[in-house]
C-alpha cells in the first residue's frame, strides 16, 4: 500500500509541473551577454549576483566564460521574465541581448 501511495505522490508531481509549464508566457528564451573591453570581472559578477540572483561562483564561471568564449547564455525563461532582468544588465553597462 505505501508503494502505491508514492507512485500517486509522484503523479501529483509531474502533474503539478506541467501546471506550471502551461501557464507560463512564452516559449523559453536566452539571455546573453557578451564580451566587451570596459566591464570589469568584478562589476559582472555583482551585476549577476544582483541582477539574476546567481550565486558568487555562478556568477564568477559565467564571466570567465564571457571572457574567453566571447558570449554567454546567463539565464533561460519566457521572454517576459528576461526583459526586465536584459534591461537592468544594459543599465548597468553590460551588453546583453535576448535570443528566442
Known sequence: MIHS???EEVEEEVLVEDE???DSTGEPAQLIVYNDDHN????????????LNHSSAQAEQLSLIIHFKGKATV???PKPVLKPKKDA??????SA????
Do not use: S
Open 89 to 94: 544588465l544594459v543599465d548597468r553597462g553590460l
Open 5 to 7: 501511495n508514492h507512485f
Open 97 to 100: 541581448v535576448i535570443e528566442e
Open 20 to 22: 506550471v509549464t502551461e
Open 40 to 51: 570589469t570581472f568584478d562589476w559582472v559578477i555583482q551585476c549577476f549576483m544582483e541582477v
Open 75 to 77: 539565464k533561460t525563461a
